[in-house]
Nanobody, 123 residues
């Protein structure tokens, strides 16, 4: 059974940091890319970042570039999203997803999704 389990969300003040984790199981991790997405209330889902588990290449949305860092620990089948200099507009449910043939953070190209973790940034 494929599982993607996010953790690490919470409440943080503006300017603070959080590290999200996405633990994957049930598929060959090295054959997939992992992406992070977020959805705020009343807004469309937004692609944040992604990483290729095979070569480590990364992509960041302009809204998080320079503040967020994605990394992968292939030995643990886990991808992390380090989020620094958080802003209130980063408040959302964050989801990780896995895809074998992704196009950056185009959601439709991802095959498996986690349940999400809430990130709330207070001003």
């Amino acid at each position: 059974e494929v599982q993607l389990v996010e953790s690490g969300g919470g409440l943080v003040q503006a300017g603070g940091s959080l590290r999200l984790s996405c633990a994957a199981s049930g598929f060959t991790f090295d054959d997939y890319a992992i992406g992070w997405f977020r959805q705020a209330p009343g807004k469309e889902r937004e692609g944040v970042s992604c990483i290729s588990s095979s070569d480590g290449s990364t992509y960041y949305a302009d809204s998080v570039k320079g503040r967020f860092t994605i990394s992968s620990d292939n030995a643990k089948n886990t991808v992390y999203l380090q989020m620094n200099s958080l802003k209130p507009e980063d408040t959302a449910v964050y989801y990780c997803a896995a895809g074998a043939q992704i196009v950056k953070v185009v959601a439709a190209t991802y095959d498996y999704w986690g349940q999400g973790t809430q990130v709330t940034v207070s001003s």
